[in-house]
């Protein structure tokens, strides 16, 4: 068990940069759908933005495996605990899976990745009709669940900063540490 009571400055700054990348990338996933006079810009925008969060969750992966996030608060309820254990790591394969199915996708309909003018990303799969609509659904799917996981996420870090104040918040937020149980101000 960690015993640390906040997360560390590396998993901090990857939580944010990547918290307002993928808020980003879900608006233009929006509006790649909804905006024709937009939609090549959109997509030249959503598939370098893609690749850039795969690396990122590769790093922050890394991070988290290397230095435990801190114990959630005793007084949590173990099903609280274990749905928090479980939407993150939900949380981690959705912002693995998701660039790699539409990288994937992408290469299925013959699509190049191109991350900029002369720097173009090797396909994973072979050009295939069937598979680039099953993987087109698929990114599709994935993105209401990782918008809807997200949102999730957000309720129950609010919770924490505004109802418990338990500083589970706070660690991620500032990286300011949580008073020990025993400690904890009288409320």
Not at 77 to 104: E, N, T
Request: hydrophobic residues 55%; proline residues 7%; aromatic residues 8%.
């Amino acid at each position: 068990m960690n015993t640390s009571t906040r997360f560390n400055a590396t998993a901090r700054l990857l939580h944010w940069l990547m918290a307002v990348l993928i808020v980003a990338m879900l608006f233009i996933g929006v509006g790649m759908v909804t905006s024709v006079s937009l939609r090549p810009w959109l997509i030249d925008l959503h598939r370098p933005l893609g690749i850039a969060l795969l690396v990122l969750a590769m790093l922050r992966l890394v991070n988290r495996l290397r230095h435990r996030p801190p114990a959630l608060p005793a007084s949590l309820p173990r099903w609280q605990q274990v749905a928090a254990h479980a939407s993150h790591w939900l949380l981690y394969a959705l912002m693995l899976a998701m660039p790699l199915i539409g990288w994937a996708m992408l290469s299925a309909g013959g699509y190049p990745v191109q991350m900029t003018a002369s720097w173009v990303l090797p396909p994973l799969v072979g050009p295939d009709p069937t598979l680039y609509a099953l993987l087109r659904t698929a990114h599709g799917a994935l993105a209401y669940l990782l918008f809807a996981t997200v949102l999730l996420h957000v309720c129950a870090a609010l919770m924490h900063a505004w109802v418990h104040r338990d500083g589970v918040f706070a660690s991620m937020a500032r990286g300011a540490g949580r008073l020990p149980e025993q400690e904890q101000p009288e409320q």
